[in-house]
Structure formats: structure tokens, C-alpha cells
């Protein structure tokens, strides 16, 4: 069983729909990530969040909006998407940001997401 | 050289055969490595950290040449279950904010 719980499992979203992806988790971890996966691509890192902190955004266009409101829970909100966003979208965290303690990546399941 | 470069496979192998993956990383100052597996639809989740030479763990074997700048998996007496893909792991410099990179996966594919 996973300590990260992510929702939706699967989404399909028009261009012009708002949704959010939600996760949480229950490790008692401080440092929470959202990455993307695409097909033949390796896993890219959106963003990250250490302590409800933002310290990490790899340019990732402004239709993806990140929220953090405590260490526990991470969302994802999408505006405007394209198809080429279309994706797995993967959660996780780990026990702190920075050094060793952010090298352990701990996974939720994923949220397919399909952008007609 | 790419940051972290992986074969991709697929690696098609009979049950109990002995299979090996590379990987090849650019950052000469990674102390710590890590092979993740992820199965098809599903989240990765780490299989093995490789902090020195080598790490073993029942039927897979994990290697680190730090002067060619390469780490082998090495899965021995296969079983179906090992089908899955293989992602190579790398820290980047968290000190300067760069979190784990990612190879592209080496898939695996056992059959009866």
C-alpha cells in the first residue's frame, strides 16, 4: 500500500476545462514533488515543495498551477491545456528536500491525464 | 553525454535466464545511485541504492563504476515477475536545487 494517494486516477479534459489533480501523504514527509511522464520521455520534474516552500520550478508553462497549502498535501490545477500535455502525472515525496534525504522518491500511482 | 542514458530494451529473456542492464551518468561528483522499477501503468518505486562499489539484494546485483561513469543492474535466474521497466536514477545537485534525474527506462520482458 502507498503512503502517497493520488486523484484522479484518470481525467480527460477539454482545452478549455479547469481541473485539478490532488495529492496526499501520509509519511510524514517535507518535501512533496509533482513530475510528468511521457510516453518514450524520461520522468520530467514540474515542481518542487519543500516545507509548503516552492523551491524548485523547472519552467513548466502557467497553465500548470501548483499549490501546497500544508506538507501533507499537494495539488496540481490546469487551465487551458494543450494535447501535447497529455500524460502520466506522478506525485511524490520525500522525507526532506536537499542532500540525502531527498534522494528516496516515494510515488503515487498517477493520474492519466487524456487533453482532447 | 547525456545526464543519465539507458539502453531501452526491450530486453526479451526466457525464465531463469541472467540479464544486465547499463546505465551511463555525465556528473563525475554522484555519490549515490538508485535503480527504480516501474511497472507498465503504475508508479516507479525503488528497487536498490548503490552508495559505493556495489550493492546486492537476493537475485539482483547492482554495480558502480565510478571511473568509466557507468552502474549495472544485474538480474539472475529471471521470473516473470521481473517484467517491468528499469529506471536508472541519479541525484542532481540538491544544493543547487536540482532534484533526482531520471533515465528514459530499460524494459524487461520475461516469458514462460
Known amino acids: 500500500e502507498t503512503g502517497v494517494t493520488q486523484t484522479p486516477r484518470h481525467l480527460v479534459m477539454g482545452m478549455t476545462n479547469k481541473k485539478s489533480l490532488k495529492c496526499e501523504q501520509h509519511?510524514?514527509?517535507?518535501?512533496m514533488y509533482w513530475y510528468k511522464q511521457s510516453a518514450k520521455k524520461p520522468l520530467e520534474l514540474m515542481f518542487v515543495?519543500?516545507?509548503?516552500?516552492?523551491?524548485e520550478n523547472n519552467s513548466v508553462p502557467s497553465r500548470f498551477s501548483p499549490e501546497c497549502p500544508n506538507s501533507s498535501h499537494l495539488f496540481l490545477h490546469l487551465h487551458t491545456l494543450q494535447p501535447e500535455d497529455s500524460a502520466l502525472y506522478l506525485c511524490?515525496?520525500?522525507?526532506?528536500?536537499?542532500?540525502?534525504?531527498?534522494?528516496?522518491?516515494?510515488f503515487g500511482s498517477g493520474t492519466q491525464l487524456s487533453v482532447l | 553525454r547525456k545526464e543519465v542514458e539507458q539502453d531501452p530494451g526491450p530486453f526479451n529473456v526466457p525464465e531463469g535466464a541472467t540479464v544486465a542492464f547499463n546505465c551511463t551518468y555525465s556528473n563525475s561528483a554522484s555519490q549515490s545511485f538508485f535503480w527504480y522499477r516501474q511497472d507498465c501503468r503504475k508508479e516507479p518505486k525503488l528497487l536498490m541504492s548503490v552508495y559505493s562499489s556495489g550493492n546486492e539484494d537476493g537475485r539482483f546485483t547492482a554495480q558502480l563504476n565510478r571511473a568509466s561513469q557507468y552502474i549495472s543492474l544485474l538480474i539472475r535466474d529471471s521470473k516473470l515477475s521481473d517484467s517491468a521497466t528499469y529506471l536508472c536514477?541519479?541525484?542532481?545537485?540538491?544544493?543547487?536545487?536540482?532534484?533526482?534525474?531520471f533515465g528514459k527506462g530499460t524494459t524487461l520482458s520475461v516469458s514462460s
Open positions: 509519511l510524514g514527509h517535507n518535501a
Open positions: 511524490a515525496s520525500s522525507q526532506d528536500w536537499g542532500g540525502a534525504l531527498s534522494e528516496k522518491l516515494f
Open positions: 536514477v541519479v541525484p542532481g545537485d540538491s544544493q543547487a536545487g536540482t532534484a533526482l534525474i
Open positions: 515543495y519543500s516545507l509548503e516552500e516552492r523551491v
